[in-house]
C-alpha cells in the first residue's frame, strides 16, 4: 500500500525531471566537448582551467556569498518583523509584488537613481557626504542584486518563522534567558531549515547573474553566468559555455548535498 | 483542501478567459490569417506608419517580431519552427547566414526600386552581388563627446582617447569587434588584422586604456551620454545620432586614423513562407520617399540615393552621419574572419573586461 | 517594550521604502513629457493614451497572463507530486539526487535552458509558440514550488500521518486531510514565486517564442535598442496598481469571511 503511493508520486515528476533536466544536462554535456567549428575535444576542459576563467570563478562564488550574506542580514530580520505585524499576509505579499515589475525597468530606474544626478547622489548631498560615484561600482551592484533577491530569501524564513511555536519562545523567556540568547539558542536554530533553503534560492542563481552585471556594474564584475550568455549569444562557442554550465551544475550539486538534510 | 481547489479553479477559469479574449482579438484583428508577412528586425527599428501603409496598399497583414542580437536571431533562423518572411541582420551575420546556407537568393526582377541604392553600397565582400541581401541602414563606429565636459577640448582621433585627463569618463559599447577594432586601428593596424602579435599589442594597449573606462555598456550608453553620466562614448553612428538629438551639446566625430563601415541588410531566411510578400515589402521600403520617412523616423543614415532628397536638408549634408565616402579611405567593413579569429577576439575582449583598474 | 516596536517599524518601513522606491521612479516618470527617464518636464497623459490603443501590447499582456497563471498553476501542481516524491523516498542518496536534479534548473544560466529547450522542442517537432512557452515556463517553475513545499513537508511529524493510518484513513484520505492542510502555505509560497519566474523570464521565452507569440518581457527586452518607450512605464504603472488592488481586496474579501489564509498562515 505505502509503496504504492509512492510510486504514483514519483511518476509525474521523474517524468518532468528526465524531459526538462536530464535532457538538457545531456545536451550540456555532449557539447562541452565539441569546440567551435564542431571538432571532437577537451580543450574545452583544458581551458577552464586557465588563470582567466578560474579568476572569474573565484570572484563569481566572492560575489554571491556576500549577495547571500546580505540578503539574510537583511531579511531575516524583516522577516521576524512581519510576523509581529497585525496584516502580516498582507504585507508578505506586498514584499513579492515589487518583483512582478520587469527587471529590465527595474534596472533602468536604478541607472537613474544611483546616475551622477540621480536620487540617490541628491540625497548624499543633502546630508553632507558629498557626490559619490555609485553607478558601476560593487556596491550598486550588490545592493540592486540583494534587491533582487530580498523577496526569494524573506519567503522560506517567514513560513519557518510562523510554524515557530510560540510558546517554546514563552518558556525560553520564563526561564530567565536574554532576548538574544533566546533568539540564538531557540529562534534561529528551529528556523535553519528556512535559512537553509532561502541561502540556496539566492546564492544558487546569484552565481549565474547575467543582464546587472553589465547594466549596474558595466561589465566591471564578470559572473560564470555573463561569460556562459557571452559564449552563446555572442562568440556561438556553445562548447566552452556548456563548459562552463558543466562547472556550474557541479557547484551547485555539491553545495546542494553540503547544506543537505542530516536527517 | 477546499481552498486549494477553489485557488485553482478560479486560476484555471480566468486564464481560459483571458486566452479566449486573446485569440479573439488576434482573429478579429488578422495576426492568425492566412495573407501575412512576419518580419524580423531589431526593435523599434522601422516607423510604424510605413508598415500600415504596406498593410493597406498590399491587403497583407505584418506580423512585427523583434531581436536584440544578430546572434540570438541566427539560432532562432536556425532551428526553424517558427516563420519569418523578411529578416534584418549585420552584415558580418550576413556572410554567416549565406555559409551556412539559412537565405533564400532574391529575385531582382521584383525589386525595381533597387536602382535608387547608392552604387557605393552595392556588391560588397559580404554578399556579392547582392545576391541574398539589400541594403537598409549603414553607419561606421565612432566617438561621441560632450566638449563642455571636456573644457572645450577637441576629440579626434583614437589616441585622443589616452588622454590622461579622461580618467573615468569613457563609456564602450558592448562590442568585440568594435572594441578590440579601436585598440588596433589606433595602432594603425587594420581592422581586420589576423596577426596575433598585432592583436596582443592592441591588448596591452587597450589595458593601458582601463583607468579611463568608467563602464562598458550596452544600449543604455545613449541613456547615460545624453544624460551626462560620462564625457565620451564610443558608438554606433546611428545611436550618436539619437544621442545627439537629445543633448544638442554633443558632437560625433569618426577618428581619422580609420573605423568601421556597417550595414544592416533586408534578407528572405529559409523560413520563409511568403516569398511573393516578403519581395514586396523590400521593393516598398527602397521606394525612395518610404527610406526618406523611415531614416527620419529611425535616424539612421539611409544607402537609398534618392532617398535624400525627400530628406531636409540639415540632415542629408550632415557630413558626420553622411561622410563622403569617396575620400573617406581608411573606413573598413568587417570581413568574417572565420569562427576560431572570432573567438580569438572574444577571448581578448573578455581578457580587457577583467583588467582590474 | 514600546521602543522596540518603534524601531521595528522603522526598519520595515525603510525596508519597503527601498523596495518601492524604483517602482515610484517608474510611475513618476510615465507622467513625463519630455518622453525620458530623467529630466521631467512637464505632466501629460499622452503615453496612457498610447497603450489604451495599441491593440498588439494588450493581446501580448494577455498572453503574459495566460501564460503565468497557467504555467504557474500547473508547475505547482507538478510541484506538490515532486515534494511528495522525494519526501517519500526513504534512502538519503536517492534523496540527494533528486534534489540535486531539481535544481539544476535554478542554478543554469536561463539562456541555456532556453537554448537547450529550444533544440529539444524542433527535435520533439513541437510547433513554436504559446504551447512552447507554457511548457517551458512549467518546466524551469516546477523546482521552484518544490523548493518551497518540501520544507513544510519535512517539519510535519511523521506521527501525525501514521496516527490517520492507524485511523484507517486511506492514502487518498491522508493526501487531502492531513498533508494537504498542512502544507498549504508552503503551496500558496510556491504558487507565487512560480508566477513571480514566469512573469520575469525573459531569456527563456525569447528562444522558444515564435509565430507571432510574444510576451511583455520580450517586448521590453526588444524595444531596448532604441530606449524604452514611456508607454512601457505607463503600461507597468497600470499592471501595478491594478495588482496592488487586487492583492488588497483580496486579502480583505478573505479576512472578512474570517477564514486566515493566503501565504504564510498556519492552518
New interface residues.
Given amino acids: 500500500m505505502k509503496s504504492n503511493t509512492r510510486n504514483l508520486y514519483l511518476i509525474p515528476y521523474v517524468l518532468w525531471i528526465l524531459l526538462f533536466v536530464v535532457a538538457p544536462i545531456l545536451l550540456i554535456l555532449y557539447y562541452s566537448f565539441f569546440d567551435i567549428e564542431g571538432q571532437f575535444t577537451l580543450g574545452n576542459y583544458k581551458k577552464f582551467f586557465t588563470p582567466v576563467y578560474l579568476r572569474m570563478t573565484l570572484s563569481s562564488f566572492w560575489y554571491a556569498f556576500l549577495i547571500t550574506a546580505f540578503s539574510l542580514i537583511i531579511a531575516y530580520p524583516t522577516a521576524y518583523l512581519l510576523t509581529k505585524t497585525k496584516h502580516k499576509q498582507l504585507w508578505l505579499l506586498l514584499i513579492i509584488l515589487p518583483t512582478w515589475i520587469n527587471l529590465l525597468l527595474k534596472a533602468y530606474a536604478f541607472l537613474g537613481i544611483f546616475g551622477t544626478f540621480g536620487f540617490a547622489n541628491s540625497f548624499l548631498e543633502l546630508i553632507g557626504i558629498g557626490r559619490k560615484q555609485l553607478l558601476f561600482t560593487d556596491f550598486s551592484f550588490v545592493f540592486v542584486s540583494v534587491y533582487i533577491f530580498i523577496p526569494f530569501m524573506v519567503l522560506p524564513i517567514y513560513n519557518a518563522l510562523e510554524k515557530l511555536n510560540p510558546s517554546l519562545v514563552d518558556a525560553a523567556r520564563d526561564l530567565g534567558a536574554s532576548w538574544w540568547t533566546t533568539f540564538r539558542r531557540v529562534v534561529f536554530p528551529l528556523t535553519l531549515d528556512g535559512v537553509k533553503s532561502g541561502c540556496q534560492a539566492v546564492f544558487i542563481p546569484a552565481l549565474s547573474l547575467f543582464m546587472i552585471t553589465r547594466l549596474i556594474a558595466g561589465n566591471r564584475v564578470i559572473t560564470l553566468g555573463t561569460a556562459i550568455e557571452q559564449h552563446f549569444l555572442v562568440t556561438q562557442d556553445w562548447g566552452m559555455g556548456s563548459t562552463i554550465a558543466v562547472f556550474l551544475i557541479i557547484a551547485m550539486a555539491i553545495i546542494m548535498v553540503a547544506t543537505g538534510n542530516r536527517k | 483542501?477546499k481552498?486549494?481547489v477553489q485557488?485553482?479553479a478560479a486560476?484555471?477559469a480566468?486564464?481560459m478567459a483571458?486566452?479566449y479574449?486573446?485569440s479573439h482579438?488576434?482573429t478579429t484583428?488578422g495576426?492568425?490569417g492566412d495573407n501575412?508577412l512576419?518580419i524580423y528586425n531589431?526593435?523599434?527599428?522601422i516607423d510604424p506608419e510605413l508598415i500600415k501603409k504596406f498593410e493597406k496598399e498590399t491587403g497583407i497583414k505584418v506580423?512585427y517580431?523583434?531581436?536584440?542580437?544578430n546572434?540570438?536571431m541566427?539560432?532562432?533562423i536556425a532551428?526553424?519552427?517558427?516563420?519569418f518572411d523578411v529578416a534584418v541582420p549585420s552584415e558580418y551575420a550576413i556572410n554567416k547566414m549565406i555559409e551556412e546556407d539559412l537565405l533564400i537568393p532574391l529575385d531582382h526582377s521584383k525589386l525595381p526600386n533597387l536602382k535608387y541604392i547608392n552604387p557605393r553600397f552595392l556588391d560588397l565582400s559580404f554578399d556579392p552581388k547582392n545576391k541574398y541581401s539589400i541594403p537598409y541602414f549603414w553607419g561606421t563606429v565612432g566617438i561621441v563627446y560632450n566638449p563642455e565636459m571636456l573644457g572645450g577640448k577637441k576629440i579626434t582621433s583614437w589616441n585622443d582617447l589616452w588622454d590622461k585627463d579622461l580618467r573615468?569618463q569613457i563609456?564602450l559599447v558592448?562590442g568585440?569587434r568594435e572594441v578590440i577594432g579601436m585598440g588596433l586601428n589606433s595602432l594603425h593596424y587594420s581592422l581586420n588584422d589576423t596577426n596575433k602579435a598585432h592583436l596582443q599589442e592592441a591588448k596591452r594597449k587597450l589595458g593601458a586604456l582601463t583607468p579611463n573606462i568608467?563602464?562598458?555598456?550596452?544600449?543604455?550608453i545613449?541613456?547615460?551620454i545624453?544624460?551626462?553620466?560620462a564625457a565620451v562614448g564610443v558608438v554606433w553612428s546611428g545611436d550618436a545620432a539619437?544621442i545627439m538629438s537629445?543633448n544638442e551639446k554633443l558632437d560625433y566625430v569618426v577618428p581619422k586614423e580609420g573605423s568601421n563601415l556597417w550595414f544592416d541588410n533586408m534578407v528572405i531566411p529559409k523560413t520563409a513562407k511568403n516569398i511573393e510578400g516578403a519581395h514586396k515589402f523590400i521593393n516598398f521600403m527602397l521606394d525612395p520617399k518610404h527610406a526618406a520617412q523611415n531614416a527620419e523616423y529611425?535616424g539612421y543614415s539611409t544607402p537609398n540615393q534618392k532617398a535624400l532628397d525627400y530628406l531636409p536638408k540639415e540632415i542629408a549634408n550632415d557630413k558626420r552621419f553622411y561622410p563622403d565616402l569617396d575620400s573617406a579611405q581608411n573606413l573598413e567593413v568587417y570581413e568574417n574572419l572565420g569562427?576560431?579569429m572570432?573567438?580569438y577576439y572574444?577571448?581578448l575582449f573578455?581578457?580587457f573586461?577583467?583588467h582590474k583598474k | 517594550m514600546k521602543r522596540k516596536t518603534k524601531w521595528a517599524n522603522i526598519y520595515l518601513i525603510v525596508v519597503f521604502i527601498i523596495l518601492y522606491t524604483p517602482i515610484f521612479y517608474l510611475m513618476y516618470y510615465s507622467f513625463n513629457s519630455g518622453g525620458t527617464m530623467h529630466h521631467f518636464e512637464g505632466f501629460t497623459l499622452e503615453w496612457y493614451e498610447e497603450v489604451f490603443h495599441d491593440t498588439r501590447l494588450f493581446i501580448i499582456v494577455l498572453n503574459t497572463l495566460v501564460i503565468s497563471l497557467l504555467s504557474a498553476a500547473i508547475s505547482t501542481i507538478l510541484g506538490i507530486f515532486g515534494a511528495l516524491a522525494i519526501y517519500y523516498v526513504k534512502k538519503r542518496q536517492m534523496k540527494n539526487m533528486l534534489l540535486t536534479l531539481n535544481n539544476v534548473l535554478i542554478v543554469s544560466p536561463d539562456v541555456i535552458i532556453g537554448a537547450s529547450f529550444l533544440i529539444l522542442f524542433t527535435i520533439v517537432g513541437i510547433k513554436l509558440g504559446f504551447t512552447s512557452v507554457l511548457l517551458s515556463h512549467i518546466a524551469f517553475s516546477v523546482p521552484i514550488v518544490v523548493i518551497m513545499v518540501l520544507p513544510k513537508l519535512q517539519e510535519m511529524s511523521p506521527t501525525l500521518i501514521d496516527a490517520a493510518r492507524d485511523l484507517g484513513a486511506s492514502p487518498w484520505n491522508v493526501l487531502t486531510k492531513v498533508i494537504l492542510p498542512y502544507i498549504t502555505p508552503g503551496i500558496f509560497a510556491g504558487f507565487f514565486m512560480a508566477l513571480t519566474y514566469s512573469l520575469d523570464d525573459f531569456a527563456v521565452t525569447f528562444f522558444v517564442t515564435g509565430n507571432g507569440f510574444s510576451t511583455l518581457s520580450v517586448e521590453i527586452y526588444s524595444r531596448a535598442r532604441q530606449g524604452i518607450s514611456l508607454s512601457i512605464n505607463a503600461l507597468s504603472t497600470l499592471i501595478f496598481l491594478f495588482t496592488i488592488i487586487l492583492v488588497i481586496g483580496y486579502y480583505f474579501i478573505n479576512q472578512r469571511s474570517s477564514r486566515p489564509g493566503g501565504l504564510g498562515g498556519r492552518k
Avoid at chain 2, 532551428?79 to 516563420?83: E, H, L, N, R, S
Avoid at chain 2, 568608467?214 to 543604455?220: F, L, M, R, S, T
Fill in positions: 483542501m481552498k486549494l485557488m485553482f486560476v484555471f480566468v486564464a483571458l486566452l479574449l486573446a482579438l488576434n484583428q495576426y492568425s501575412t512576419t531589431w526593435g523599434d527599428y506580423i517580431q523583434t531581436f536584440d542580437s546572434e540570438a541566427m539560432t532562432k532551428q526553424g519552427g517558427t516563420t573615468n563609456l558592448d568585440a568608467k563602464a562598458i555598456v550596452g544600449d543604455e545613449k541613456m547615460l545624453a544624460n551626462e553620466e539619437e537629445e529611425v569562427k576560431r572570432l573567438a572574444n577571448e573578455l581578457e573586461k577583467m
